[in-house]
Structure formats: C-alpha cells, structure tokens
C-alpha cells in the first residue's frame, strides 16, 4: 500500500534552518509529481511546493519563494524540503503529498515550530 | 492565484440529514480540476472527490461533487456520524494550486 512517511520537523529559531525529508513506498515514486502542503495550528491548508516526476519542473508558492528548495531522489524513493530563513510563520504541520487526480495520497505530517 | 471561497463556513445539521457545501472560484478552474477532501482532527486530509464529480477509491456513494467554471458543491447525501469533520476544496489546473479556507461541518 502506498506509505509516505515525513521526518526532520522540530523546534527551530528564527533565521535557522530545517531539511524534511519524505519517505514514499507502495507505489512508483518516479512516476508521479509530489508537493509539500503546510496546515498552520488551527488554520486551513496551504500548498507549498510541486515538484515534477523528473525533477525538472518546480514550482514555490509566494510565501516560501526564495527560502524553501524542494528536491527528490527517485534512486531512493525520496522527497525533501530545505526550508532557510525560517519565520514565525512558517509554523505548520508540514505534509508530503502525491499528485494524482488531486492529492490522493498524503503524509501523516511533521510539526516544524519556529519559535525563540 | 486563483481564489476559492467556500460556504458556509460552519454547518449544524444531524445525523441523516442531507449537507451541501458550496466552493465558488474567483475565475474558471480548468477542465474541473477541482477536488474535495476531508479532514478530522489530528489527521490529515483525505481525498474525497477529483475532476470535480468522481469518487476517489472507498469513498462511499452518499459523497458526491459537481459543479464547472467557478461554482462547484459537495453533496453528502445522508449524513453519518462519522461525516463530521471540515472539508476543503482545492483547485489543481493552475498553479499555484490553491485550497478554500474549508468548511466545518458540526452536529446539531
């Protein structure tokens, strides 16, 4: 059965730095665009980034352009997000997704908390 | 961006009864990519419906969407008890893809 499994969240300061990493099995990770999509405490979803099957295509949502990189290694079925300059608002559960007809397939999550 | 508002924002209603759950684009979503989802405390979401008006895998037959262009509803046909929770949409045909603030749908 598919499985993604997100690590690498925690308590991080302001201006620091994390890497999550997501662990996908069950299915074929180099056939499917995978995201990032973040949920606030209380507050609803927000997409993060997308990232193509290859690699290739990437794109960022406003609030994360230019601090957050996504990556993958499809040799080892895994989805990463270096996330830079941390802000208070980057506080979520952070969720790795697999795009299918929507996101048919989702982490069950990792808490980052970006707090002094 | 493309906007989605959905409405109400809060639901009572009883175990039974039919829901409706509305999600209203600010410009036309392309080809109905258009999903809902579930979310229950402590989870995370789960797909419930794609390309608008299709049940992804095990969704029972008492959920279904339908809608184009920029109004689309979640019907829940006959309420169970474990129907209570928040649902969002989201639209995936244009990036960046983007979710409605989500729904709360709470027993009378």
């Known amino acids: 059965q598919v499985q993604l499994v997100e690590s690498g969240g925690g308590l991080v300061k302001p201006g620091g730095s994390l890497r999550l990493s997501c662990a996908a099995s069950?299915?074929?990770?180099?056939?499917?665009?995978m995201s990032w999509i973040r949920q606030a405490p209380g507050k609803g979803l927000e997409w993060v980034s997308y990232?193509?099957?290859?690699?290739?295509?990437?794109y960022y949502a406003d609030s994360v352009k230019g601090r957050f990189t996504i990556s993958r290694d499809n040799a080892k079925n895994s989805l990463y997000l270096q996330m830079n300059s941390l802000r208070a608002e980057d506080t979520a559960v952070y969720y790795c997704?697999?795009?299918?007809?929507?996101?048919?397939?989702w982490g069950q999550g990792t808490l980052v908390t970006v707090s002094s | 961006e493309i906007v989605l508002t959905q409405s109400p924002g809060t639901l009572s209603l009883s175990p039974g009864e039919r829901a409706t759950l509305s999600c209203r684009a600010s410009?036309?979503?392309?080809?109905?990519?258009l999903a809902w989802y579930q979310q229950k405390p402590g989870q995370a979401p789960r797909l419930l419906i794609y390309g608008a008006s299709s049940r992804a895998t095990g969704i029972p037959d008492r959920f279904s969407g339908s809608g184009s262009g920029t109004d689309f509803t979640l019907t829940i046909s006959r309420l169970e008890p474990e129907d209570f929770a928040v649902y969002y949409c989201q639209q995936y045909g244009s990036s960046p893809a983007t979710f409605g603030q989500g729904t709360k749908l709470e027993i009378k």
């Open positions: 990232i193509s099957s290859s690699g290739s295509t990437i």
């Open positions: 069950g299915f074929t990770f180099s056939d499917y665009y």
């Open positions: 410009q036309s979503v392309s080809s109905s990519y």
């Open positions: 997704a697999r795009d299918g007809y929507g996101v048919d397939y």
